[in-house]
Structure formats: C-alpha cells, structure tokens
C-alpha cells in the first residue's frame, strides 16, 4: 500500500503504525511509536516486548526494536 507521509502529521502516521501492529497483533502501545522528522527524513521507533513459548511450559519475554528511516522525496513533477 501506498503512503503519503509527506502529507501525513505525525500524530496520523503513529495511528497508521498502531493500526498495522495490532493488525498483525503486535503487543504496541500508542505510547510505544515514536515519530519524528529532520529535514527529508521521517523516523519510526518502535519498541515491545513479547512473551514467547519457546518449549512447552517455558517461556521468554524477547525484546523487539524496530527503527525505521524513510526519506521523504518531492513526487516528481512537484517543485519545492
């Protein structure tokens, strides 16, 4: 699917992150996404942990962290 994060605030890309983890049934909180922007960058952080069986009756809690770093290029045809 295409995304316009140039268009999106911040506030709607957290949403949009938040309704892909929980789609996919991640355990991420709101409060979890961090979203922030320097110049043609926009960053995405996420961290969660997640209880996993590993054996029956054994389970470990695994730490994931997810960073994302996308540029934020002007569609062609657009000037600044």
């Not at 979203?35 to 730490?63: C, I, K, Q």
């Amino acid at each position: 699917t295409s995304v316009g994060w140039r268009e999106s605030n911040d506030e709607e890309v957290r949403d949009l992150v938040f309704a892909m983890a929980q789609g996919r049934g991640l355990p991420v909180a709101r409060e979890q996404i961090n979203v922030r922007r320097e110049r043609e960058h926009l960053f995405v952080d996420v961290a969660y942990a997640r209880p996993m069986e590993l054996v029956p009756g054994s389970t470990y809690t695994w730490d994931f962290d997810a960073k994302v770093d996308t540029w934020m290029l002007t569609p062609q045809g657009r000037g600044r």
